[in-house]
């Protein structure tokens, strides 16, 4: 079975400044897919940022970007120039190939400070 | 346009009840499905649909679990005998149905068994 597991249950950053939320995965498949999602207290899930575990080149979206590695199972996301707008709950997700089921960490919380 | 919604926004009801909880779609998107959010965790998968059937239900907890989705637009997860351990977010959240395809997440309804 899979599992995705984030290790920092809180963080907090500066506005501004950068920060990076770890997340690692256990998984016997070779073609998957990894996803970041935020959940602001609206409760709304909202995709982040997704990787293919094909894809050598890290993902990129405007001011968020991740580094997979895939030896390592690893897939942080870095967001740069935090903003105020940016706290939330943010969760790791795995999907295998070709199921539509997302498993997910169980999240870390970041405070974006003025 | 409008993004998945779900109603209602907040349920509470005895132990021992039955509720219904509905979940509508983006227009057009022939996938759905229902995840269960439980404090400080993050979302499990429960039941997901591809059109009218249910493709994968493999997360349903128990027999108490049911939904459906009679014309593959609205779908309602109904828990018959609730429980106190059923007291959780229930997320639905749609897609266009490729794979893998992003995942649109509705509000959730906050479900409180007493």
């Known amino acids: 079975a899979q599992t995705v597991t984030q290790s920092q249950p809180e963080m907090s950053v500066q506005e501004a400044e950068t920060v990076t939320l770890s997340c690692t995965y256990d998984t016997s498949e070779s073609n998957y897919y990894l996803f970041w999602y935020k959940q602001p207290p609206s409760r709304q899930m909202i995709l982040v940022i997704r990787?293919?575990?094909?894809?050598?080149q890290n993902a990129t979206e405007n001011r968020f970007s991740v580094n997979f590695q895939k030896a390592a199972k690893s897939f942080s996301l870095k967001i740069s120039d935090s903003q105020l707008g940016d706290t939330a709950m943010y969760f790791c997700?795995?999907?295998?190939?070709?199921?539509?089921?997302?498993?997910f960490g169980t999240g870390t919380r970041l405070q974006v400070f003025p | 346009g409008a993004g998945v919604s779900q109603t209602p926004s907040n349920k509470v009801t005895e132990k021992g009840k039955y509720v219904e909880l509905r979940c509508d779609p983006i227009?057009?998107?022939?996938?759905l499905y229902w995840y269960r959010q439980s404090l400080g965790q993050g979302p499990e998968f429960l039941i997901y649909f591809q059109g009218t059937g249910a493709a994968d239900d493999s997360g349903l907890p128990n027999d108490r679990f049911f939904a459906v989705r009679p014309e593959g637009s609205v779908s309602t997860l109904k828990i018959q005998r609730t429980e106190r351990g059923d007291s959780a977010v229930y997320l639905c959240a749609s897609s266009l149905g490729g794979n893998p395809d992003t995942q649109y997440f509705g509000p959730g309804t906050r479900l409180t068994v007493l």
């Open positions: 997700a795995f999907m295998k190939y070709n199921t539509d089921k997302l498993i």
């Open positions: 227009s057009g998107h022939t996938a």
């Open positions: 990787q293919e575990a094909y894809k050598q």
